[in-house]
């Protein structure tokens, strides 16, 4: 894995590893929905279900709709959430989590991506 490279997924689908535990996966070639919106999805994994739950409950104070699923996307995670189309959380979650990757003195318990994820500004959801 090497963050910020692309790589191919087949059936059209192009991901992004945003850093280790994000990942974007896009359709470029897709069609546009009548909406407007990107086609787009992210993913965040998470090795325990309890912290993969804890941000859930971030993500629907939000009103983000999600889905929450073991390890299919994020392999080297236990459990992932999915979320479509909000590439801009993903975009500061990844920098929190290539932020908390940096700090050696940082132990794998404090990296939490939902405490990171509390500190940042709600984005605009589209109406």
Known sequence: MQIGRFFSLQQGRVGQYLSPRVLVVRSPFQKLPKSGGPVAACYFGF????????????????GYT????????????????????????????????????????????????????LQVAPPVLAA
Not at 70 to 99: F, N, P
């Open 47 to 62: 090795d325990k279900m309890s912290k993969a739950q804890a941000f859930t409950k971030y993500l629907s104070g939000l």
């Open 66 to 117: 999600y889905q929450l699923r073991r390890g299919k996307m994020l392999s080297q995670y236990a459990y992932e959430i999915a979320l479509r189309e909000h590439t801009d959380l993903a975009k500061v979650l990844a920098y929190w989590d290539r932020m908390d990757v940096k700090r050696p003195n940082l132990s794998a318990g404090q990296a939490n991506i939902r405490d990171r994820a």
